[in-house]
Structure formats: C-alpha cells, structure tokens
C-alpha cells in the first residue's frame, strides 16, 4: 500500500545533540512537507519542498534543517540550536501539479522527547 | 493572509447526538478548505475537502461540511455522533497560489460520552 513512514516512532535526545527524523514516501508525490504540533497551537509549517534538490523555510524553520536528494525522502533534522524540541513531528506530502486543491497525505508522526 | 479559527478547543457530545465543530476562516481569495481528523498518536487523515461547485461537501464517517463565503465559515457536522467519533479535529484553508500551502486551526477535540 502506498503512504508516509515516519520512523522512529519515538524519539529522545540529550541536551545538545543533533536528532534527524526520517520521512519516506511511496505515493510519487512531488511536494513534501515538515510540520511540529504541540498542544492547542495545531500545526505549525517547519520546511517545505516541492521538487527535489529545492526546499523552503515555512513558518518556524529555526533549529531545524531538511535535505531532499531524493523524491521519495526527506529528512528533517533538529539541531542543538532548537531550544525547545519536544513536540510531535508530522511530515505530509501532495501531489504538486493541480494547486493548492489537492490534500495532504500525513506519516504517523514522530514524537521527540528530550532527556 | 490567511488563518483560521476553530471556535472550542473542546466539545462534548453524547452518543447519538448532532456533532458542530465551527471553523471560520480569513482569506483574500476564494479558499480550498479542508477537514482533517487525528486519532492518539497518530497522523492526519483527510475527512473532506471544498475546492470549487457544490458548497455542501459530504466526507467520510458521515461528516459534511457546508462552505458559506457570506459568513466566511465551513462548519463540520455529522448528524449521529459515534463513539468512535472521538478525535481531534483540524480545519485547514490553502489559497489558489499554484502550490498547496496550509493554515490550520489550533483544533477542537471531540468528546462523545455514552
């Protein structure tokens, strides 16, 4: 069945550690995307891409970074530099032709957790 | 720019009862809205989504949501609440801009009592 795998599905980091959350994806979607949900605030837009080898900053991008090298993945990673890490990371991706019409496709999630 | 407004961040209901979990939106122009439900500890799915035509849209499980531009609101509602209704729900609105980009609501947990 094609969807979104998110691994791992919990995950804790020390004080100053670097953590990289993985996104794989076998819908053949174009565009992927990052965000961070922490109770009552909803989803928040951390980095988006809709080609490979091309991201942008969403709305809260700093203390984190992404790469795509690949279509069918794209990793997220949060540095040090990200003072408050804990929360649930969600990734998505959609087909890119078609607009803004066309819906999201959402992992499971990564819970991250710090020591 | 746009935004979204989910009035309640809970709402209680008993089985069999009407489920209205309210969503009103902000945007310059005419919105693709969207619907989405999260179960514990897991991702998002898609309940159903206004993009163009009939305002009423009908989703999945029994949800429908009505699109109204006069009021700027697209509010979700199931006729029967179910037990397993019991989630978070999240409305979202993107603009026709070429590339989907989504704002969502903070959420409205449902609560469906016996």
């Known amino acids: ?9 919990y995950l804790f980091r020390k004080e100053g550690q670097n953590v990289t959350l993985s996104c794989e994806q076998n819908l053949n979607h174009d565009a992927m995307y990052w965000y961070r949900q922490d109770p009552g605030q909803g989803l928040r ?16 991008a700093e203390g984190y970074s992404v790469s795509r090298e690949k279509k069918e993945s794209f990793p997220l990673t949060v540095t040090s530099a990200q003072k408050n890490p804990t929360a649930f990371y969600l990734c998505a991706s959609s087909i890119s032709s078609g607009g803004s019409n066309q819906p999201q496709h959402f992992g499971d999630g990564t819970r991250l957790s710090i020591l | 720019a746009q935004s979204v407004t989910q009035l309640g961040s809970h709402v209680s209901v008993s089985e069999g009862a009407l ?7 902000s945007s310059s122009v005419p919105p693709y809205l969207f619907w989405y439900v999260q179960y514990p500890n897991q991702g998002l799915q898609l309940l ?6 009939a305002t ?6 029994g949800f429908e949501a009505e699109f109204k531009k006069s009021e700027t609101s697209f509010h979700l509602t199931k ?3 179910h037990m397993s209704d019991a989630a978070e729900y999240f409305c979202a609105v ?3 801009s070429g590339f989907q980009k989504l704002v969502f609501g903070t959420g409205t947990r449902l609560l469906v009592s016996p």
């Open chain 1, 1 to 9: 069945d094609g969807g979104i795998t998110q691994s791992p599905k």
């Open chain 1, 45 to 60: 837009l951390i980095y988006y891409s809709q080609i490979v080898n091309d991201f942008q900053k969403g709305d809260i």
């Open chain 2, 19 to 25: 489920v209205l979990l309210r969503c009103n939106y």
């Open chain 2, 48 to 53: 159903l989504k206004y993009t163009t035509g």
């Open chain 2, 56 to 61: 009423l849209v009908k989703g999945i499980n």
């Open chain 2, 79 to 81: 006729p029967s609440a």
């Open chain 2, 94 to 96: 993107s603009e026709d």
